[in-house]
């Protein structure tokens, strides 16, 4: 008996029927006819569509959409599209990182020594509040991409954006490094001058002369803390004042 042969897959056949049976329903012959043998399963909802019909039903137990007349799906629970609106209006409002970055003007080391040193003076260098200036110039040149893990970014003196805070911080202590130096040098006269009379007077016992030699080390301590960190010494007075600035600048911005 002459056998049917299929004329998408070569498959042979003794009757008609069977052949047909076979184009209609086999896979692998339905593919080479470039008909999909996907079953795809729609949500009466929302019309969403799964690939199997367990995750349907699993999608149908927390569905929370309608079609309205023209086959738009629109949620039914009220309050959840009220939040949503509250959310994209939010989202809406807050300026993303990329454009507010473009519009940063760059700092460069002319602008830390003319800000920096405009804003230093012999109170802040007694009291060791550095780190306070750099809070106040970098306002408006910085954005505190992550406040959490103490993350910025600002454009460096050539214009790109760079994210290294530490070398920021490093920079700014080197624009005010000679005028900090030269204004610790005239506490320290004063101090001493101040020292020697008391004990000229016989009073190294005063609250005082403990309160002079208290001033003058801390002023040492700020000093060394200063030029190791531009140095790039890592210490335990360095790392304090690295992360002292730091949180200044973002509190400030």
Known sequence: ??????????????????????????????????????????CEKCAKTYSSKCNLKRHQKTCTFRKTNNGTPIYENEQFLQFMERVIEAVAKTPTTSNTTINLQPITYQYLETEGNKHLTEQIVMEGRQQEIAGKIFDGYIVVADKSRKKLKYKDEEGRVSTNTKKLVQEFYKAIQSKNQELADKLYGEIRESVNVLIAEGRVGDSDFTQLLTSGTNLQDRLIAIKNLTDGIVDDNSTKLLDETIKCIISEN
């Open 1 to 42: 008996m002459p056998k049917l042969k299929c004329d998408f897959c070569g498959n042979e056949f003794t009757t008609k029927s069977n052949l047909n049976q076979h184009q209609k329903r086999t896979k692998y012959c339905l593919e080479l006819q470039g008909i999909s043998t996907k079953t795809v399963y729609e």
